[in-house]
């Protein structure tokens, strides 16, 4: 990631903690970090690269600090806000806005990309008749996905319908990511360039093609999950939760009724577990998944609105009183906090 990368994710009116967007990249899901992530607009960003470092983005972000493009908030950990020059170089320097973000939390996106890649090599190298040919490297998981699904999909006709499919998903995306997307593929005959070298020749940062990229490879995913496409084997059980199994069960058993503390008792998790276990799903789920209504009463949610500055960044638990601390544990202030900018989002 660059400089001009990491000022999109950042904001003149939001300070934003370096370290959230950096756990974001790693696929660090703690309840902290999904829900900085869902206040900065940034969920998004989770799990798109795990091999990010601790501190990798340190070195970049007092590069756009010494730009001026940002300044250090003093807090307990590295926080950035965008300054007016920042603002200006974001409108300078526009970037790739992807059009599936929403889905991509639903997606395994390393295993949707790899098989995806590796697939269309395999198919391109059979239709030319290939015997030798150098695969990708890919993990085994892939190489086992792709060679079952292949042996059962193996027929003359494989190619064409594949190409035709691959062509009615490329169509609904912007032509530059389809452009992207293809020069990227290796088959017969064809090395597909990498992001480096697709960046150099689009003149755009290594981080926007790869967000392209990303975008192809949901769109290619999501129609893959109709029974007839040629990808369907392969690329439909990627799909899975934005939320743990654990997760899923807790929420599963609150909606039925049971309170945290009985479901803590009934899976033998500890009560905080099961506290984690619901932020996560009101986090990660649609609004309509969780029984706020149940959980947060009108009364205590009047209670607490009153107490709280309208501004949802500005909430701080240690700033209610302590008579609303002794009556509201985090929990619920959290859970309140989830709540209301859900409800915000979904009137903007």
């Given at each position: 990631?660059?400089?001009?990368?990491?000022?999109?994710?950042?904001?003149?009116?939001?300070?934003?903690?370096?370290?959230?967007?950096?756990?974001?990249?790693?696929?660090?899901?703690?309840?902290?970090?999904?829900?900085?992530?869902?206040?900065?607009?940034?969920?998004?960003?989770?799990?798109?690269?795990?091999?990010?470092?601790?501190?990798?983005?340190?070195?970049?972000?007092?590069?756009?600090?010494?730009?001026?493009?940002?300044?250090?908030?003093?807090?307990?950990?590295?926080?950035?806000?965008?300054?007016?020059?920042?603002?200006?170089?974001?409108?300078?320097?526009?970037?790739?806005?992807?059009?599936?973000?929403?889905?991509?939390?639903?997606?395994?996106?390393?295993?949707?990309?790899?098989?995806?890649?590796?697939?269309?090599?395999?198919?391109?190298?059979?239709?030319?008749?290939?015997?030798?040919?150098?695969?990708?490297?890919?993990?085994?998981?892939?190489?086992?996905?792709?060679?079952?699904?292949?042996?059962?999909?193996?027929?003359?006709?494989?190619?064409?319908?594949?190409?035709?499919?691959?062509?009615?998903?490329?169509?609904?995306?912007?032509?530059?990511?389809?452009?992207?997307?293809?020069?990227?593929?290796?088959?017969?005959?064809?090395?597909?360039?990498?992001?480096?070298?697709?960046?150099?020749?689009?003149?755009?940062?290594?981080?926007?093609v790869y967000l392209m990229?990303?975008?192809?490879?949901?769109?290619?995913?999501?129609?893959?999950?109709?029974?007839?496409?040629?990808?369907?084997?392969?690329?439909?059980?990627?799909?899975?939760?934005?939320?743990?199994?654990?997760?899923?069960?807790?929420?599963?058993?609150?909606?039925?009724?049971?309170?945290?503390?009985?479901?803590?008792?009934?899976?033998?998790?500890?009560?905080?577990?099961?506290?984690?276990?619901l932020l996560e799903a009101?986090?990660?789920?649609?609004?309509?998944?969780?029984?706020?209504?149940?959980?947060?009463?009108?009364?205590?949610?009047?209670?607490?609105?009153?107490?709280?500055?309208?501004?949802?960044?500005?909430?701080?638990?240690?700033?209610?009183?302590?008579?609303?601390?002794?009556?509201?544990?985090?929990?619920?202030?959290?859970?309140?906090?989830?709540?209301?900018?859900?409800?915000?989002?979904?009137?903007?």
């Open positions: 990631m660059e400089p001009l990368d990491l000022i999109h994710l950042l904001s003149d009116q939001q300070p934003r903690r370096l370290r959230v967007i950096e756990n974001l990249l790693r696929g660090r899901r703690t309840v902290s970090t999904l829900y900085w992530g869902q206040r900065y607009g940034l969920l998004y960003l989770l799990d798109l690269d795990k091999a990010l470092d601790r501190g990798g983005l340190d070195v970049v972000a007092r590069q756009v600090v010494a730009q001026k493009w940002a300044t250090w908030v003093a807090d307990e950990q590295p926080v950035l806000q965008l300054t007016a020059a920042g603002v200006r170089a974001q409108v300078a320097h526009p970037t790739y806005q992807p059009v599936t973000w929403e889905r991509w939390s639903q997606v395994d996106l390393n295993a949707a990309r790899q098989r995806l890649l590796l697939a269309i090599q395999v198919v391109s190298e059979y239709v030319h008749q290939t015997k030798r040919y150098y695969p990708l490297a890919t993990d085994l998981p892939t190489r086992q996905a792709v060679r079952s699904w292949f042996y059962r999909m193996r027929r003359p006709e494989l190619a064409s319908t594949m190409l035709q499919a691959l062509q009615n998903s490329l169509e609904q995306l912007p032509e530059p990511v389809a452009a992207v997307t293809t020069a990227g593929l290796t088959g017969f005959h064809q090395p597909g360039l990498t992001t480096q070298q697709l960046a150099g020749d689009l003149d755009q940062t290594a981080w926007e990229h990303v975008d192809a490879v949901v769109t290619i995913a999501a129609a893959a999950r109709q029974p007839d496409h040629p990808l369907n084997g392969l690329l439909a059980t990627t799909w899975t939760s934005p939320v743990t199994r654990s997760a899923q069960a807790t929420l599963a058993a609150v909606t039925a009724g049971s309170s945290l503390d009985q479901v803590a008792h009934q899976r033998k998790i500890k009560p905080s577990t099961a506290r984690e276990h009101a986090i990660m789920l649609p609004l309509t998944a969780i029984p706020y209504q149940r959980l947060i009463p009108p009364a205590d949610r009047t209670a607490l609105l009153a107490a709280l500055p309208v501004d949802l960044n500005a909430w701080e638990y240690t700033a209610l009183s302590p008579e609303l601390q002794h009556r509201y544990d985090f929990f619920t202030f959290r859970l309140l906090a989830i709540w209301e900018g859900k409800r915000g989002a979904q009137r903007e």
